[in-house]
């Protein structure tokens, strides 16, 4: 078992053909590749997963994963706590001329033998749903744009400049004309 009630290896063939269910939990620790886009990968991911035949092809997967990651907000550059709800549907076939005769609604899930990494099905779907740029929400308070304050070196604790501005001389002229 790799988490709390679910086996480390399925079969999706045998799976689908018996309507199996997967429920339960994995630990974001076992996801490496995952866990390189991640600032830790503490906590886990939660798994519900139908199993059940298809008539365009040997079964399919259906649920969602979520999981609440940690990554950098590309616009503070503070941590940002994001929350992934990802739905799953997927057609598990043996062959690439099979994954194209899919339905649109359903992504390929590739397998070659019987044995499949169930970490591996729920890792590249919580890939899959990163966000390419991460960032905190809109109205969290984190991270507002226009709340973070930044000095430069000849700044006074008042905000005013030590030093004259460059543009003070232009703003004398204009009020002169």
Do not use: W
């Amino acid at each position: 078992m790799t988490g709390r009630g679910l086996p480390a290896f399925i079969d999706p063939f045998r799976l689908a053909a018996a309507g199996g269910r997967l429920n339960g939990r994995l630990p974001l620790a076992i996801m490496r590749r995952l866990g390189e886009a991640l600032l830790d990968q503490s906590g886990e991911v939660r798994v519900a997963l139908q199993f059940d035949r298809h008539q365009d092809c040997h079964g399919q997967v259906v649920g969602q994963v979520e999981a609440r990651v940690r990554m950098r907000c590309q616009r503070c550059l503070r941590p940002a706590e994001l929350e992934l709800l990802v739905p799953v549907s997927l057609g598990v076939v043996r062959s690439e001329s099979e994954a194209e005769r899919l339905p649109h609604e359903l992504e390929p899930l590739l397998v070659g033998d019987d044995r499949y990494r169930l970490s591996d099905l729920v890792e590249d779907e919580l890939l899959l749903a990163l966000p390419v740029v991460p960032m905190h929400s809109e109205n969290a308070t984190e991270c507002v744009p226009g709340t973070m304050e930044f000095k430069s070196e000849g700044a006074t604790e008042s905000g005013a400049a030590d030093t004259e501005r460059p543009f003070d001389v232009l703003a004398a002229l204009k009020k002169q004309q």
